[in-house]
DNA sequence: TTGTAGGCGTTATCAG
DNA sequence: CTGATAACGCCTACAA
């Protein structure tokens, strides 16, 4: 029944009309050797037909003067550009597609809308791509790998190239996706795969570093979703960074990576004895910094906390958060370029493509005061 | 040159293969009355023919047992879908739609992907279309009319149905697209077009009774972008609102609806003599706030502020900003479902869809200590 | 340079 | 219930 009523909306779209006359046509006609369409009033867009026949030439040539100009007589050019004019011509995508293969579009999966992480992936990506006049198509895993595989492999066959922001599908799923049509890959790197990844070590150790400057010694890291390949890559860093500077570090689960996730770690902070505190994100920072300070803490006098990523909003907080900035949106971009590089016969990136992080001191990091 | 590079790119495509068998097949058999496609051992993805030919039966009983089941026989139909399975067939999407005009698909053109407003619109519309297998294609119009204009005919052809969310072209350019294809607007009302428009007066008045109660007399509204219908919605039910609990109401303008506009209005709002302030949208509340706590204004003793739209990250604030939550999610969700019951054959609803607004006091407004 | 004639994968019509 | 077969709109060898 759902079916029926699916059926009969069909007589919303322009194109139903052409139905109803081709129908017609042909039992007139027979051999459709004329596929001549004639004026249904409607608005129903021109084909490459109707400007050849408006041009008074084939649709061939019309075909050839709109997708690759320069194969055709200046004139003939001219005078089919016109009609198209006239009839405000729009290319068919999908009648395009077919043959082609190719769409204008591509796909952006992320692990969850509402995480403002991928905020600026999303418009980086929307921004260059449009740009480059290419459609954004988006959709979300909801942090969930079937969902994301499955979310993926309807898009590939839609797309011209795939982007995965902070996948969480495993290797092989993407290196298969890859097999079949440009992907590129944010905050993750996979061997045989383009990837665009911020290089957490320079932030990271400007961040350890200027917390050791401040007096601190030691350092809790409170990680994020297991499966994020970069809470490990970060965890990693501020081992690595603190080791370096001759601070503590020690690694605190949270729930999840939320404000609410950053609230229920603060428990396991106050109890880890540190001073300082880098989080997997912003977020977790955020909730952290509001529990600690509801609790009477004074921030950043008895306890520093650095964020991640610098998300929209992360100077919102009192005090500012200081964060080490991911530049998101240019990971989008720069997804989008590779990809659409791709497109035009380039050679993937030998390597994943690193973006720099850095340290964005504000107000929630300081000097320890006893 | 693009051009050529464009051309060889095809080779990354699976259906690349295709071609290079179609035309030796072509050559042997003269008139194709057998369009198999031979195993191009590569995985591009098997058609219907594929799926008849294993299952051994017509192409175009394949299409029925796979589009509408139920009108082919039990026993066929489980012979047809084994094969599918075993081939992992998938539809292609642009042959379905050449015939079809159904895409499965529905389009969005925001504003302003850099808002946050949007962001709750955007997924809202994301989750309730892919809830309903529908894929959200995104476009920005950067607040510009006419790229606006582009964007959604560009995206018109591609999708059935679209949704313009605060849109900044003029009605009649609406109502042009709406007679194309089903289009739901947000945030905006047009005769004769489905719209979902949050409904501010129980929001706004709950906000101006609130102020008033604390003490206020003296109200300034600072607006957003003159283009915006609901920069003017809200200002009306300012005045109205404010007139009815006897304050007095000074509008201000805003040179852009962001921070940075907030921060740079804070200096009229002084001058006004206000002693609170209903801003356009939170980040004008949240500049301003910044701007005048700078300032060492104390807020909200000396001057209450509220905004509007309860965006991500308004709680970040110290103190939290109190605002006029509009169920921007709801709205996204919203225009789906009425896109997609009209893709059903429901009517469009009579008027405009209404959602409520409310007031949700946080730690912005509040008691004026002179 | 232009016209001719398939074919892209599906759906839909019309016989059987 | 199932098989042919003609569209859908566009692209592209190939021939003229």
Redesign the interface.
């Known amino acids: 029944m759902?079916?029926l009523?699916?059926y009969?909306?069909?007589?919303?779209?322009?194109?139903?009309a052409v139905y109803d006359g081709a129908v017609t046509d042909v039992t007139s006609t027979g051999t459709a050797t004329t596929p001549t369409k004639r004026g249904r009033g409607e608005?129903s867009?021109a084909t490459i037909y109707d400007i050849a026949k408006l041009a008074g030439v084939n649709p061939s040539t019309v075909s050839r003067a709109l997708s690759?100009p320069g194969r055709v007589s200046a004139k003939t050019q001219k005078i089919i550009e016109d009609a198209a004019a006239e009839l405000n011509y729009?290319v068919?995508?999908?009648?395009r597609?077919?043959p082609?293969?190719?769409?204008q579009?591509i796909g952006l999966i992320v692990a969850d809308?509402?995480n403002?992480t991928f905020?600026d992936i999303?418009?980086g990506a929307?921004?260059t791509g449009?740009a480059r006049d290419y459609?954004?198509?988006?959709?979300?895993s909801a942090e969930s790998p079937e969902t994301e595989v499955t979310?993926a492999?309807?898009?590939l066959?839609?797309v011209d190239g795939l982007i995965l922001a902070s996948p969480r599908m495993d290797d092989d799923h993407i290196r298969a996706l890859a097999?079949?049509?440009?992907v590129a890959v944010i905050n993750r790197e996979i061997q045989g795969v383009p990837c665009v990844v911020p290089d957490v070590n320079k932030g990271i150790s400007e961040a350890v570093r200027s917390l050791a400057a401040n007096g601190h010694e030691k350092l809790a890291y409170v990680a994020g979703p297991k499966q994020s390949w970069m809470t490990a890559r970060r965890w990693d860093g501020v081992k690595a960074a603190a080791e370096w500077s001759k601070l503590s570090a020690v690694r605190l689960e949270s729930s999840k990576p939320t404000v609410d996730g950053g609230r229920q770690v603060a428990r396991d902070v106050l109890d880890s004895g540190a001073t300082a505190v880098i989080t997997y994100n912003d977020l977790l920072a955020?909730g952290l910094m509001q529990e600690l300070q509801a609790g009477g803490m004074r921030v950043p006098d008895q306890i520093s906390i650095v964020g991640f990523d610098d998300i929209?909003?992360a100077d919102?907080?009192?005090p500012a958060l200081t964060t080490v900035r991911s530049p998101l949106g240019e990971c989008g971009t720069r997804a989008v370029t590779i990809l659409l590089d791709?497109?035009?016969?380039?050679d993937a990136p030998g390597e994943a493509v690193r973006v720099e992080t850095e340290l964005v001191v504000r107000g929630s990091s300081g000097r320890l005061l006893v």
Chains 1, 2 share one sequence.
């Open positions: 759902g079916r009523l699916n009969l909306a069909t007589g919303l779209f322009c194109c139903h608005k867009s690759k729009q068919n995508p999908f009648a597609a077919l082609t293969g190719r769409t579009t809308i509402t403002p905020f999303i418009r929307e921004t449009s459609t954004l198509v988006l959709a979300e979310a492999r309807r898009l066959s839609t097999a079949d049509k440009p955020i929209f909003g919102f907080t009192t791709m497109l035009q016969g380039q």
